[in-house]
C-alpha cells in the first residue's frame, strides 16, 4: 500500500486557486444572508408586536371594572361587559379538566408504566399499548371542528344533551385529551428508572411504586400538561360553538347552554358592531394566555433547575 | 530538525472564569507527526482546537497568548481560510449522511469547483491519498454511513485532503476502531507524513509511540487547568524522560 | 400482603380502562362522523359530492369542490407566506441568534402560537380587511383568500418555527464541526449539511402546519367571506382571483350545522370526512414525499 503525493496535481491545485478567489464571495454570500435572517427574526417580533399591541391599545379602552363584572345585554351594539361569560369559560375548564385529567393521566402512567410487563397479560397488552398510542397520535392531528361536529352528532343529538355544558365539557374533554396523555408521558419518562428499581426492591408494588414515587416526581410536568390544556380551553371556539349553544346568560346547570370568553368574541365580532368590546375580549384573552405562559415557564425552569441539582 | 509550522507562545484558554489551558508555549516541526498525550482532562483536544479554531464555536470561550500558523497569527486569520489550511479528523468518525463522493467533493464544492471532471479527479486522489480508492471505486454513490468504521474514518480522511490542507489535526482518530482498523489508520498516518505536517492526540500511548515523531506530555491537577510538561522527540520521551510526571505516565502510574 | 397485590390489580384494571378511552373516542369519532355522512353519500355518490360546485341546501343542491377548493386555496397561499419566514425563523433561532436574542424571539413566537384563533380572526376584521379593500378592483370586499391566507400564514408560523428549530438542534453536533472544519462558512454548513440531515423534521412541521391550516375553522370563517363560489380573478387580472371570497370546509361545517337537518345535516358531515380525508392524505404524501427524498440515510 503505497499512498501518492496528491497535494500537487492539477485538479488540486486548481481548486487551491479558486478557493482562494472565492472565499471573498461566500463570506459576502454570508453577510447577506445573515442579515436576511435578522430581519425575518425583526418581522416576527414585529407581527407579535402587532397583533398584541392593537388588540391591547384598542381593547384597553373598553376594559374597566364594570365591563368586568357585569354580564352581556345582548342587541346590536353588544351591551354589557364579560362577566357571564368568564364564569362559564371557568366552568368549562373546571368541568373539561376532571373528566380528561384522570383519564390522560391514567392512560399516560397506563402506556409508561406497564410497557415493559409482558409476563402478565404478555401479547394483550402490548398490541393494545400499539393501538392506544396509535389512537392518541391519531387523536392529535384532528381539527378542532371534527370534534365540534362528533361532539354535536353524539353527545348534542343522540344522547339528547342539547347544546349544553355537559355537551361541550365532554367534546372538549376529548380534544385536551391528548395533549394531556403526551405531556405526561413525556413528564414520566423523566423520572429516573433508579427511582422505580428502588422503589420495588424495597418491596413496594407496581401501584405503590407509582403513586408514591413516580407520580410526585412526574407533578411538575403533568402540571404543565394542564396548564397547556387550560389555554387550549381557553382559546378553542369552534368545538363550543356547535355544542355549548351560545345564551351569554349563566348557566344553571350541566345542561343549559352557554357562551365562553372566546365564543363572546365571535359573537360580538360576527353580529354586531361592538368592535371596541370584541378587542377588549380579546384583550382579556391574551393576557389570560400569557399569564398561563408565565405558569408554565415557571414550572419547567424550576424543573431544569431541579434537573441540574441532581446531576 | 524541520522548519516551524505551528507555534503558541504563553498561550492560555478560558471557558468564562475557568482556566482550561495555562501558559502553553510549544513549536510544532513541519511535515512531521507530532502526537499530544496525557490523561483525560488535561485539555489535550481543547488545545488541538486551538489551531483551527474550532474552540470558537464554544460560547465564552477567551484566550491569551499566540498562535501560530507559517509564523502567522491564527486568531486574526480568516477562519474559513483558516480551517481549508488545516484539517480535521474527529474521533469518531463523523461522515456525512451523504454518498462517498459527496462526502469527498464536499469541502471543493464550497469553494466553489464545479466542474464535474475537475470534482471527480480530486476525489479520486483524495481517496487514493486516505487509502480507500480501491475498496470504494466501485460504489461511489453508496452512503458514506454504509461503510464500516475504520473506512469511514478514513474516508473522513479523504474529505479533510480533498481541500488540500498542509496541516491536520487528528483528535484520537482510533479511539472508536478496532485493532485492524487502527493499525491501518496508523500505517496511514506514517505515509501522509511525508507530505503534511499531522498533530495527533491521543491517550493510547503505544500508539504515540508507533506514529509520531515528537510528543507533548499534558499534564493537569486539581486545578483541572491542563499544562505543558514536556515536549520532546518522541524517542526520548519514552527513553529518558526529563520531568518526574512524564516518566509516571509513560510507566502507568497513572490511569 | 394480599390486599396490597388485589389494589395492584384493580389499579392496573383502572388504567387499563382509561388508556382504552383514546382508541374508544377515536373509533366514535370514525363511526359517528362516517354513519351520519352516509345519507348524504348514498343519495349523491362521491361525484355527486365532490364533483359539483353549487352548494344551495334550500335546493337540495350539496356540491362541496367550492370549499375543497377553497380549503386548498387558503392553505397554499399561507404557506408561500408562512413557510419562508417560519423555517427562517427556525435557523435563526437555531443557529445565529446569540442567547440574549433567543431570550426575546422564542417567548414572541410561543406567544403567537397561544394567541386564539378567534383574536386572530378579529384582528383580521379590523385591520387586514380594511387595508385589502383598499386595492381598487371592483367586487374587492377585502374579505377573502388574501386576507385569511395572511391570518392563516401568521397562525401557522409558530408551529412550524418551533419544531424545526428542534429539528435543526436535534442534528449531530459533529456533522457541522466537520462542515466546519472542512473550510465551509457557517452559511453553507446550515444550507448543505444542517438542513438536508434536518430534512424529515422539518417535512413533519410542514405537515402540522398544513394540518393547522386546513383544519382552522373560526378566523376563517371571520376573514374570508363564506360565500360558496369558487374562487375566480374579479376582473381581467389574473391576480385578482386572490381577492376572491371563498368557503373553507371548516367553515361550512361551522357555520351551517346548528341549523341543518336531515340530508342537509348529513352533507355537513360528509364535509367533515373530505376534511378529515383531505388531511390524512396530505400526512400520507408528505410522508412519502420525506422518505423517498432520503436515499442515503437509510
Known sequence: MNVPDITSTNA??????????????????????????????????????????????????????????????????????????????????????????????????????????????????????????????????????????????????????????LSAA???????????????????????????????????????????????AAIPGIITGIMLSVGRIISETAVFYVTLGGSYRLPKNLFSGGRTLSLHLFYLAMDTNAFEKAMGTGAVLIVSIILINLIIDLISRKLSAGVRLHQ | MNAIKLETHSYSLYYGKFRALEDISIEIPEKQVTAIIGPSGCGKSTFLRTFNRMNDLIPGVRTEGQALLDGEDIFSMDVVALRQRVGMVFQKPNPFPKSIY??????????????????????????????????????????????????????????????????????????????IATQRIEELIRQLVEHYTIVIVTHNMQQA??????????????????????????????TNPQDKRTEDYITGRFG | MQTKLKVDKAVKAILLVSASFSILIVISIFVFIFRSSLPAFKEFGIQGLLGELTWRPANGMYGILAMVVGSVMVTLMALVLGVPLAIAAAIFLAEIAPRGVQAVVRPAVQLLAGIPSVVYGLFGMVVLVPLVRRIPVTGNSGYGLLSAAIVLAVMILPTITSISEDAIRAVPRSYKEASLALGATHLQTIFQVLLPAAKSGIGAALILGIGRALGETMAMIMVIGNSVILPAPLDNNPLTVFLSQARTLTGNIAVEINYASGLHASALFATGVVLFVLIMLVNVSARAIIHRGNPSAG
Open chain 1, 12 to 165: 488540486m491545485n486548481l481548486a487551491e486557486k479558486r478557493s482562494a478567489a472565492d472565499l471573498r464571495r461566500r463570506q459576502a454570500a454570508q453577510k447577506l444572508s445573515f442579515g436576511l435572517f435578522w430581519l425575518g427574526a425583526l418581522v416576527v417580533i414585529l407581527i407579535m408586536l402587532v397583533v398584541v399591541g392593537y388588540v391591547f391599545i384598542t381593547g384597553f379602552k373598553s376594559i374597566n371594572l364594570q365591563f368586568l363584572t357585569t354580564p352581556p345585554k345582548g342587541g346590536l351594539s353588544g351591551e354589557g361587559g364579560i362577566s357571564t361569560t368568564v364564569i362559564t369559560t371557568l366552568y368549562l375548564v373546571g368541568l373539561i379538566l376532571a373528566i380528561s385529567a384522570p383519564l390522560g393521566i391514567g392512560a399516560a402512567v397506563f402506556l409508561i408504566e406497564y410497557q415493559g410487563q409482558t409476563q402478565s397479560g404478555g401479547k394483550f397488552i402490548r398490541s393494545l399499548l400499539q393501538v392506544v398510542n396509535f389512537g392518541v397520535e391519531t387523536l392529535a392531528g384532528i381539527p378542532s371542528i371534527i370534534f365540534g361536529l362528533f361532539g354535536y352528532a353524539l353527545f348534542v343529538s343522540t344522547l339528547k344533551f342539547g347544546f349544553s355544558l
Open chain 1, 170 to 216: 365532554l367534546a372538549g374533554a376529548c380534544l385536551v385529551l391528548p395533549t394531556i396523555i403526551r405531556t405526561t408521558q413525556e413528564a414520566l419518562l423523566t423520572v429516573p428508572v433508579s427511582l422505580r428499581e428502588g422503589s420495588l426492591a424495597l418491596g413496594a408494588t407496581r401501584w405503590q411504586t407509582i403513586s408514591k414515587v413516580v407520580l410526585p
Open chain 2, 102 to 179: 459527496d462526502n469527498v467533493a464536499y469541502g471543493p464544492r464550497v469553494n466553489g469547483i464545479r466542474e464535474k471532471n475537475v470534482l471527480d479527479e480530486i476525489v479520486e486522489t483524495s481517496l487514493r491519498g486516505a487509502a480507500l480508492w480501491n475498496e470504494v471505486k466501485d460504489n461511489l454513490g453508496k452512503s458514506g454511513l454504509a461503510l464500516s468504521g475504520g473506512q469511514q474514518q478514513r474516508l473522513c480522511i479523504a474529505r479533510a485532503l480533498a481541500v488540500k490542507p498542509s496541516v491536520i489535526l487528528m483528535d484520537e482518530p482510533a479511539a472508536s476502531l478496532d485493532p
Open chain 2, 209 to 238: 509511540g508507533r506514529v509520531s515523531d515528537y510528543t507533548a506530555f499534558f499534564f493537569t491537577d486539581e486545578s483541572r487547568t491542563g499544562r505543558l510538561v514536556e515536549f520532546n522527540l518522541t524517542r526520548k520521551i519514552f
